[in-house]
């Protein structure tokens, strides 16, 4: 793939206007959160950002091919050479459920505007970039541009909840057509400010892939009966010493090939030091010191680790009966190397007890993305520097879980990238309290997405 040459370096540090922010506070309005158990209720808030779309996007939709799988979305953009395909470009439609509403500054789906931001759930993850993607495409199509290749919009409607219906199911129709694209693109890494310890500069981490994603039940079952005659291990007792067992001996730490990738992408923007340690990590001299750097914090522990996090326990009915049955839930993301299967053995040989049962419950992911950076890969860099120049670049893989695994084999590079700037405490606000995008990163998006659409125009040579 390429560009047609190095992007033009013109920062963005406008403001979108007040159309453009208030059609995205209008995809905020429409309460699109994701459950396993699909209602009425959520089928007509789908409908209502599904006309939203079509109302605010008039050329997208009269001039893209569109087919859906219930809630989702799948664009195709002919090519001028339709028969190969550039890119596939992904984006989702729902968001998660809030329990902390009264915490919020403005009511999460009220698609607050003001002169700063546009506040809302969904407003980063991830409906600030399905609909950047379509203003791009939109100001595109008005200014005549057309693709080289063809090019896909994929809108999925349950990522929430593992995409099962929704990503899925596109991801088969792609493979149906036998596509086989240049790139995928999907949320995932950002612009960070002050995150990434001893770097002087903001870091675009264009993830080139994710962990994978596995939850462990640990029961116990035991007779029961009056708490003034306990025996020596009651349920409870036996569980809460299962899961201390599994959180207080995590998987090891592991310095990846791609986490070596990720931090000599760096090492030009750090201190002359740690330069010179990290010139060392490619022969394992210091492997060990660095690995043990990174576990300092939960951001950089997830680079080296595969990360245990016990999220749910119950069992008991009442203060003076002895329970029958107690269980945890623990949730592990994998590192590339790790799978399913080691983190079960892990949880075996650690809890080292017998009565207490351990499974595998819900859906679970291996790790997966491309092995290394391509033409693709460079030309997201490109952009990204272009929209915001003096970053540092690198790569990385995501934490979480994102539809993009689905789509895994239908490109030949996958990056998860967005270019908005954010701090700490903006990130903290993802899935959480307060989420909001401002004005200036969702320019920085839209001109990102035009961008890349006018570099597929141009297409390989």
């Avoid at 190969?84 to 509403?101: F, N, T, Y």
């Avoid at 993607?133 to 939109?138: F, S, T, Y």
């Avoid at 007792?237 to 207080?248: M, T």
Wanted: hydrophobic share 45%; charged share 25%.
């Amino acid at each position: 793939m390429n560009a047609g040459g190095p992007a033009p370096t013109t920062p963005v540090t406008n403001l979108v206007d007040d159309a453009v922010a208030e059609r995205l506070a209008r995809a905020l309005r429409c309460v699109t959160i994701s459950t396993e158990e699909p209602t009425d209720a959520a089928d007509g808030e789908f409908a209502r950002l599904a006309e939203h779309l079509e109302l605010s996007f008039p050329l997208t939709h009269a001039e893209l091919e569109l087919e859906t799988f219930g809630r989702s979305r799948l664009y195709r953009w002919a090519g001028a050479e339709p028969d190969r395909v550039s890119a596939i470009l992904l984006a989702h439609q729902d968001v998660v459920p809030v329990g902390d509403e009264p915490g919020w500054t403005h009511p999460p789906f009220d698609g607050v505007v003001d002169t700063d931001h546009i506040w809302g759930r969904g407003a980063i993850d991830d409906k600030s970039r399905l609909m950047a993607i379509l203003e791009a495409v939109e100001a595109a199509l008005a200014d005549g541009v057309r693709p080289r290749h063809t090019v896909y919009l994929a809108f999925g409607h349950d990522e929430e909840v593992f995409g099962d219906d929704g990503a899925v199911r596109m991801a088969r129709r792609l493979r149906e057509a036998g596509v086989r694209a240049d790139l995928l693109l999907d949320e995932g890494g950002v612009i960070t400010r002050g995150v990434a310890d001893g770097v002087d500069r903001p870091v675009a981490s264009i993830m080139l892939g994710e962990k994978g994603y596995a939850t462990v039940r640990l029961s116990v079952r035991e007779l029961g009966g009056h708490s003034s005659m306990p025996g020596r291990q009651t349920a409870v007792g036996r569980l809460a010493r299962a899961v201390a067992r599994v959180q207080d001996n995590p998987m090891p730490l592991r310095l990846t090939p791609g986490a070596i990738d990720m931090l000599s992408r760096l090492r030009h923007a750090m201190p002359e030091a740690r330069r010179r340690l990290l010139g060392l990590a490619s022969v394992g001299v210091v492997a060990p010191l660095i690995t043990r750097i990174l576990a300092r914090t939960p951001q950089t522990e997830a680079m080296v680790r595969t990360t245990t996090a016990p999220t749910v326990i119950r069992g008991g009915v009442k203060a003076n009966v002895l329970p029958q049955h107690a269980e945890a839930l623990v949730n592990f993301r994998i590192l590339p190397g790790d799978s399913v299967d080691t983190v079960l053995a892990h949880c075996r040989e650690v809890v080292r007890d017998a009565d207490v049962h351990i499974e595998l419950v819900g859906m679970s992911s291996e790790p997966s993305g491309s092995a290394t950076p391509g033409p693709a890969y460079e030309m997201i860099a490109a952009l990204a520097e272009a929209v915001v120049p003096g970053i540092a670049v690198t790569t990385g893989i995501v934490p979480g879980a994102t539809d993009s695994r689905h789509y895994d084999d239908l490109a030949v590079t996958r990056c998860n990238f967005a270019p908005i700037v954010l701090t700490a405490a903006d990130l903290a606000t993802i899935h959480g309290t307060d989420e909001r995008i401002s004005r200036v990163n969702y320019a920085r998006l839209i001109e990102f997405n035009r961008r890349l659409i006018d570099a597929l125009a141009t297409g390989p040579e």
